[in-house]
């Protein structure tokens, strides 16, 4: 088969991720289906490597090198957090400006739905699977607007870790923002490390209080700030560099008081 001991090589996953095609994992699923050939031979072998003069397509198309891009936009509620959607539903790529829509993005993890906040756009497979891979420590830091008037007592049993549907969560930080008791609600500030689907409202659930909204005000070191719904602006050198430093952090939370616990 190719060459194993050239440095120069890399695995054809990885170099199809570098591309942009798709993240490492989709790659894998690429080469395992028979869609990727090198030097127009199928490859479905997940150790073959490649090198700067192999001509690598996906479905016939040449894949070549390009510039990483990287952005963050500040997702409207009822907008899918995809490239595509089998339903046909509005996606995050759906309302990027035309002049970046050709840039082959994908969305670095997601929000629900019916959440709205900070959501990052890349072409950089690598870069997402550092930042929502089972060992990042990104912290993801929401505003929860709740039914129901919650006190502190109750928000404890996130700091130790909940069991839900059989499953462990790791710590978790919350402090109560405001209530609002003639419409009978609150507004919990909340930060994790995990991204499980819907987990903070079924953490929310598990203290018998459904979540009436949900915004995601930052994530790692890039916070929502003056960004408004559905604008979207480039990430500077400076902050792509914190969130994969960000990334390498202890999962596990700590927190030393509650008034001040939030790290950047």
């Known amino acids: 088969m190719n060459n194993q001991n050239n440095s120069n090589r890399i695995r054809l996953q990885k170099y199809l991720a570098s591309c942009g095609v798709a993240s490492r994992r989709k790659a894998e699923e690429l080469i395992a289906s028979g869609q990727v050939s090198v030097n127009n031979e199928v490859i479905t072998e997940m150790g073959y490597t490649v090198g700067a003069k192999d001509v690598i397509k996906v479905n016939g198309k040449l894949i070549t090198k390009e510039s990483k891009k990287y952005y963050v936009?500040?997702?409207?509620?009822?907008?899918?957090?995809?490239?595509?959607?089998?339903?046909?539903?509005?996606?995050?790529?759906?309302?990027?400006?035309?002049?970046?829509?050709?840039?082959?993005?994908?969305?670095?993890?997601?929000?629900?739905?019916?959440?709205?906040?900070?959501?990052?756009?890349?072409?950089?497979?690598?870069?997402?699977?550092a930042l929502v891979g089972p060992r990042s420590g990104i912290?993801?830091?929401?505003?929860?607007?709740?039914?129901?008037?919650?006190?502190?007592?109750?928000?404890?049993?996130?700091?130790?870790?909940?069991?839900?549907?059989?499953?462990?969560?790791?710590?978790?930080?919350?402090?109560?923002?405001?209530?609002?008791?003639?419409?009978?609600?609150?507004?919990?500030?909340?930060?994790?490390?995990?991204?499980?689907?819907?987990?903070?409202?079924?953490?929310?659930?598990?203290?018998?209080?459904?979540?009436?909204?949900?915004?995601?005000v930052r994530f790692g070191c890039i916070e929502i700030n003056g960004l408004k719904e559905g604008q979207i602006r480039e990430l500077s050198p400076h902050e792509i560099k914190a969130l994969i430093g960000l990334a390498k952090k202890d999962k596990i939370l700590k927190k030393d008081k509650v008034e001040n616990y939030r790290v950047y």
Do not use: C, W
């Open 73 to 129: 936009i500040n997702k409207p509620r009822n907008i899918i957090s995809a490239v595509t959607d089998d339903l046909n539903r509005t996606t995050v790529i759906d309302i990027l400006p035309n002049e970046i829509k050709q840039e082959r993005l994908f969305p670095v993890g997601r929000l629900d739905y019916d959440t709205k906040g900070i959501l990052l756009i890349t072409n950089d497979g690598d870069f997402m699977n």
């Open 139 to 216: 912290e993801k830091e929401y505003l929860v607007r709740i039914n129901g008037i919650v006190t502190k007592k109750e928000l404890t049993v996130f700091e130790k870790g909940m069991t839900i549907k059989g499953k462990k969560l790791l710590p978790a930080l919350a402090e109560i923002e405001s209530v609002d008791r003639k419409n009978n609600s609150s507004l919990i500030r909340i930060i994790l490390t995990e991204g499980k689907y819907h987990q903070v409202k079924e953490m929310f659930a598990a203290i018998n209080h459904s979540v009436k909204r949900l915004t995601r």
